[in-house]
């Protein structure tokens, strides 16, 4: 193109069209328009180059970004985690504490009876028990309360009826001597007898039927050794269960979901 404007102009030079001075006058106009093409296509090879850093930068600010919002999304969980860990560990202390209070003052009620040794007061399997020794009760071999066994029980269910919204759960332990007699052919039935016979009683003596139940173990829930008379003196003995209320424990609600347990009014909406 350059080479053709040249062309050009100089034919027109030696026609007689231009003079010689205003043919060097285009021709520097024109290397200068040339030239100031070039600065311009250097400037828009710059700004492209500039763009496609701004881009690459832009890229990374965002990578940046998005791994920042991932990390603040992380901590973000984690301390929701450590604020529930918190909370939980919150609540296993006030209901341990409950727990302790009630142990002392279930131990106060009866500081009499296990001062004379007729119970004691003890946890087991995380729950809290009150144990009275199946010989001061009944006679060997009988499930019926011996006088001083019917009074001890009489003041035993006064004592557990005066503490509120708590229900009792009446176990039948044994030894391990065999017993097959035609009123009790096995340790299961003596021990279910004994447990029944105590579960009235309580009730005849002012204790809510709806708050206290029944079960036999036989011998199947040692204490001590079977193999000692001293051991199996205290594996006969009768076990008052202070039924340990689960709706106060941690994660009770997620066990119930999960259950898919429903109470009776959600189960006469949902019908």
């Known amino acids: 193109m350059k080479q053709i404007i040249i062309a050009i102009l ?79 560990l919150t609540k296993r202390k006030q209901e341990t504490e409950k727990r302790i209070k009630e142990f002392r003052d279930l131990t106060s009620k009866f500081k009499k009876f296990i001062d004379t040794g007729r119970l004691s007061v003890k946890i087991m399997d995380g729950r809290m028990v009150v144990a009275l020794n199946s010989d001061v009760l009944f006679s060997s071999g009988s499930a019926r309360l011996s006088k001083d066994g019917s009074a001890a029980i009489e003041e035993v269910a006064l004592l557990l009826a005066s503490i509120p919204e708590k229900k009792y759960q009446v176990e039948g332990h044994t030894d391990n001597v065999p017993i097959r007699t035609k009123v009790f052919p096995s340790n299961w039935d003596l021990a279910s007898a004994r447990s029944l016979r105590v579960l009235k009683k309580m009730i005849e003596a002012g204790l809510s039927a709806d708050r206290i139940s029944a079960a036999s173990f036989g011998e199947y829930n040692p204490v001590a050794s079977n193999d000692t008379k001293e051991g199996r003196q205290q594996n006969r003995r009768i076990e008052i269960i202070i039924v340990p209320d689960l709706s106060n424990l941690p994660g009770f609600e997620e066990l119930k979901q999960m259950s898919g347990e429903q109470n009776p009014v959600d189960k006469v909406k949902a019908l």
């Open 10 to 88: 100089s034919l027109m030079v030696f026609s007689g069209c231009v003079s010689s001075s205003k043919y060097e006058e285009l021709e520097k106009k024109y290397k200068s328009t040339d030239a100031q093409k070039g600065d311009l296509q250097k400037q828009l090879e710059q700004s492209n180059s500039k763009i496609e850093e701004m881009r690459l930068l832009i890229t990374e600010l965002q990578n940046q970004l998005g791994n920042t919002s991932r990390d603040k999304s992380k901590l973000q969980a984690s301390v929701k985690e450590m604020q529930e860990a918190i909370a939980d």
